[in-house]
């Protein structure tokens, strides 16, 4: 079944907060045979490790946690050598990851070198309800079901959840500072690339831990589905401007709309 099968629900665009059960190991361990993804993660640590890894002091013993956990589950590519970091550590291990502290819910180190339009120096340090001020709406909609959400999950469970976008071209890194080609007016639905953020949540000792997967596909291949394809044109067309504008897409939202509906018309 395709990733994005069960991504649109009918309904106008809202922020959702659909939570389900998750297996930490298995999200965590080896998916990409071929090896290109971590190549792709040593290529972006060696251009800018200052970029995409961060980690205050107090982080240290969850980093050596996760070494450990990365190491029982036998999830390492090959034996790491060097020290014991969260750099070195991303080198080997394929998802990305977050680390928030349990009491207080601060961001206290990352590894995220396949962000979604946003920098990771700019995260840690906050709150997550702080880190989610930027987004519009999402505090006032479903910011407290956040953080209560992620101080009560059991030691022994984990959970899964989406959060999905576009973009206009196919790559898995859309830092920032690499200034890809944003959504405009001048789209063509062949450029329109759905971005999905697989994410998921565990507990390890003094922290909550988010680990972070981006799959990509183009829009087109939503075509096949075409209740998904209407539940989709709903989403973008009643996405609110402010919302659209932090996504890049506002000045694309209505000439997606458009040649959405054109190109499911021609498939009827």
């Not at 030691?155 to 944003?182: C, D, G, I, V």
């Not at 989403?235 to 499911?264: F, G, H, N, W």
Request: net charge negative; charged share 25%.
């Amino acid at each position: 079944m395709p990733f994005w099968k069960k991504l649109f629900a009918s309904g106008d665009f809202e922020w959702a907060f659909r939570m389900r059960s998750g297996d930490a190991r298995e999200f965590f361990a080896p998916q990409d045979e071929s090896g290109a993804l971590l190549a792709e993660k040593n290529r972006a640590l060696d251009a800018a490790p200052d970029r995409y890894v961060t980690a205050l002091p107090e982080a240290a013993p969850m980093i050596e946690h996760l070494w450990s956990m990365a190491e029982e589950w036998q999830h390492l590519s090959t034996a790491p050598t060097g020290p014991r970091d969260l750099v070195h550590l991303a080198r080997h291990w394929e998802p990305d990851v977050l680390l928030m502290e349990s009491s207080t819910m601060n961001v206290v180190a990352g590894a995220v070198c396949m962000p979604s339009s946003w920098e990771l120096r700019h995260a840690v340090g906050k709150t997550v309800q702080a880190v989610h001020d930027i987004v519009p709406r999402l505090n006032p909609q479903i910011g407290d079901k956040i953080g209560t959400f992620l101080r009560q999950i059991p030691p022994s469970k984990a959970f899964r959840r989406e959060n999905w976008s576009f973009t206009r071209e196919p790559e898995n890194n859309y830092h920032p500072a690499l200034q890809r080609r944003k959504l405009d007016e001048t789209i063509t639905i062949e450029e329109i690339h759905l971005r999905v953020e697989q994410q998921i949540f565990c507990h390890i000792p003094g922290a909550v831990l988010m680990g972070l997967r981006i799959q990509h596909c183009p829009l087109t291949d939503l075509a096949t589905d075409a209740e998904i394809w209407c539940h989709l044109a709903q989403k973008i067309r009643t996405m609110p401007d402010d919302v659209a504008d932090y996504k890049s897409m506002l000045r694309a939202r209505d000439p997606m709309v458009e040649v959405m509906d054109r190109y499911q018309s021609t498939r009827l």
